[in-house]
């Protein structure tokens, strides 16, 4: 899953995908009604692959957990109100990531990693994580793209000749000037 191109907007309700760059910052359009819209610097937002919720241990990645949802909940949308208390969302988020730290992930995390969830889920785009070092073999093992050695040796024709400069040389300081030569009309 490639949430590299996904992010989500403070102050702006559901996630966007990025769709270009902008000289201010990015164009992004919105997976819940398809308008765009410019991101500048100044608008608190985060891409969605840099996020990661805290455990016990160590930080965990959001798409391995958007990914521990998809298998619960067998690729249907959550079956608990994103609304519901704190108690019931701490509990289903629990059966979802065992370990994770309860003072510091708020019930507000877990309703927007519902959110987020089912609206990926929507678009499709929720899929197997690939770890990095399965993501590197895979680039080590495809084959290298090596230019064809006749296209690389042919030198491309000229289509289009330059014109001779008609500009002249600077004359060197105390250099006399040539005569200029004038045809006249003979009438």
């Known amino acids: 899953m490639d949430l590299s191109k996904i992010m989500a907007i403070s102050g702006k309700p559901g996630l966007y995908r990025i769709v270009s760059q902008s000289k201010g910052g990015l164009i992004v359009e919105s997976l819940t009604d398809g308008k765009k819209m410019p991101v500048f610097a100044s608008n608190r937002s985060s891409v969605l692959e840099d996020i990661s919720m805290f455990t016990d241990t160590e930080d965990i990645p959001l798409k391995k957990v958007l990914w521990n949802i998809f298998q619960k909940e067998d690729g249907k949308e ?12 701490f509990e289903y988020f ?47 093992k495809q084959p290298e793209k090596t230019p064809d050695k006749k296209k690389a040796e042919e030198k491309p024709a000229l289509t289009h000749k330059a014109p001779p400069a008609t500009k002249a040389a600077p004359r060197a300081e105390g250099a006399k000037k040539a005569p200029t030569i004038r045809k006249t009309k003979k009438g």
Do not use: C, M
């Open 94 to 140: 629990e059966s979802i990531l065992p370990n994770f730290d309860k003072d510091r992930v708020y019930p507000s995390d877990i309703k927007k990693a519902i959110a987020w969830y089912n609206q990926l889920l929507q678009h499709d785009l929720i899929s197997e994580p690939k770890d990095e070092e399965e993501t590197l073999e895979e680039e080590e």
């Open 78 to 89: 959550v079956s608990i109100d994103s609304k519901a208390d704190g108690n019931v969302l």
